[in-house]
């Protein structure tokens, strides 16, 4: 096996009478940006937490490299780890923290300096870390990950608090970690930020996979043989394509026509038979979903926690998405 793999196998964990994971099986192989993704409380934080022995698990196994973390003997030269940015003391300065973090583990000094320059805090390096802001800590807490060198990352929503500067550098330096041939897991509610940077998705819900499978393909599954059509006459083109065993739906105002979704045709096919029946159209375009529609399809009857959509407003995925927010 791979010393650049997690692999977990039937994890099991039960808190009080809530079964937090309920057979969790994948693999993160590398040289790839591995996705992690569910709705609060499907499981992400306590799988991690047992991948790195924080919690135990009552059934499974959960490895990297092939062993378990605790019996590694320098574990930061097999897996770096971001859980939680804060967990710092926040008297001592950034380089400090990394110094104290590298003799544990037996590295050198020099080595300090080379991931504090690689994440872009050289000139913060001796100010105290308790003035760092939200994405400063980040950082700081991937320069920890980064010390052994280790061919295993796991990042726990490392795009918060980043600045737009820094969500650019964080997605650049993600796919340069895979890149080296390092597995990469990252667990993040930003679906926009996961759809440039993931190559594969591990979607989860109420403690069990959901879905295994690489972002092009679930995108392709997801976005189906939908057809986007507008044009001035969308009565006319919605008989037309109905009689052709098509399910159309959609809004007939808008600027520039109506515009319609045409499923059971391809956009090829759209095209001829509206042309044959000279029913005037502006765009007919094969429909692309997004990482965001593709995931909330998924999770559907997933998710624990779910607000009212506001009075007079469907409940739409971004306004699902807005109401919830990053909490865990």
């Given at each position: 096996m791979?010393?650049a793999?997690?692999?977990?196998?039937?994890?099991?964990?039960?808190?009080?009478?809530?079964?937090?994971?309920?057979?969790?099986s994948?693999?993160?192989?590398?040289?790839?940006?591995?996705?992690?993704?569910?709705?609060?409380?499907?499981?992400?934080?306590?799988?991690?937490?047992?991948?790195?022995?924080?919690?135990?698990?009552?059934?499974?196994?959960?490895?990297v490299?092939?062993?378990?973390?605790?019996?590694?003997?320098?574990?930061?030269?097999?897996?770096?780890?971001?859980?939680?940015?804060?967990?710092?003391?926040?008297?001592?300065?950034?380089?400090?923290?990394?110094?104290?973090?590298?003799?544990?583990?037996?590295?050198?000094?020099?080595?300090?300096?080379?991931?504090?320059?690689?994440?872009?805090?050289q000139t913060?390096?001796?100010?105290?870390?308790?003035?760092?802001?939200?994405?400063?800590?980040?950082?700081?807490?991937?320069?920890?990950?980064?010390?052994?060198?280790?061919?295993?990352?796991?990042?726990?929503?490392?795009?918060?608090?980043?600045?737009?500067?820094?969500?650019?550098?964080?997605?650049?330096?993600?796919?340069?970690?895979?890149?080296?041939?390092?597995?990469?897991?990252?667990?993040?509610?930003?679906?926009?930020?996961?759809?440039d940077?993931?190559?594969?998705?591990?979607?989860?819900?109420?403690?069990?996979?959901?879905?295994?499978?690489?972002?092009?393909?679930?995108?392709a599954?997801?976005?189906?043989d939908?057809?986007?059509?507008?044009?001035?006459?969308?009565?006319?083109?919605?008989?037309?394509?109905?009689?052709?065993?098509?399910?159309?739906?959609?809004?007939?105002?808008?600027?520039?026509?109506?515009?319609?979704?045409?499923?059971?045709?391809?956009a090829?096919?759209v095209?001829?038979?509206?042309?044959?029946?000279?029913?005037?159209?502006?765009e007919?375009s094969?429909?692309?979903?997004?990482?965001?529609e593709?995931?909330?399809?998924?999770?559907?009857?997933?998710?624990?926690?779910?607000?009212?959509?506001?009075?007079?407003?469907?409940?739409?995925?971004?306004?699902?998405?807005?109401?919830?927010?990053?909490?865990r």
């Amino acid at each position: 096996m791979s010393e650049a793999t997690i692999e977990v196998s039937g994890l099991r964990k039960r808190f009080g009478s809530t079964m937090a994971l309920d057979g969790m099986s994948f693999t993160v192989r590398p040289g790839q940006v591995t996705g992690f993704v569910g709705p609060n409380g499907a499981g992400k934080s306590t799988t991690m937490r047992v991948i790195l022995g924080l919690d135990e698990a009552e059934a499974g196994s959960a490895l990297v490299g092939g062993r378990a973390y605790a019996s590694l003997r320098r574990p930061l030269r097999h897996l770096g780890s971001l859980l939680d940015a804060a967990a710092l003391q926040p008297g001592r300065t950034g380089r400090n923290h990394l110094l104290w973090l590298a003799y544990s583990q037996g590295l050198p000094a020099a080595r300090v300096d080379t991931v504090l320059e690689r994440v872009g805090l050289q000139t913060a390096a001796r100010r105290k870390a308790g003035g760092y802001s939200l994405g400063m800590r980040q950082r700081l807490g991937i320069a920890a990950a980064l010390l052994g060198d280790p061919p295993v990352l796991m990042l726990d929503e490392p795009f918060n608090g980043m600045d737009p500067e820094g969500i650019v550098w964080m997605r650049g330096f993600l796919r340069s970690l895979a890149a080296q041939g390092r597995a990469v897991l990252v667990s993040s509610h930003l679906m926009s930020e996961l759809q440039d940077t993931a190559g594969h998705l591990v979607v989860v819900g109420r403690g069990k996979v959901i879905a295994d499978t690489s972002v092009t393909e679930l995108l392709a599954a997801s976005s189906g043989d939908r057809v986007t059509l507008r044009t001035t006459a969308p009565a006319g083109a919605a008989t037309v394509l109905e009689r052709a065993g098509a399910a159309v739906s959609g809004d007939g105002d808008g600027d520039g026509g109506g515009q319609l979704t045409v499923t059971g045709l391809v956009a090829e096919q759209v095209v001829a038979m509206l042309a044959a029946a000279a029913v005037p159209f502006s765009e007919v375009s094969a429909h692309r979903a997004s990482l965001e529609e593709a995931y909330f399809e998924l999770t559907r009857d997933a998710a624990e926690f779910q607000a009212a959509p506001p009075p007079g407003n469907p409940a739409t995925p971004s306004a699902r998405a807005n109401a919830e927010g990053a909490a865990r």
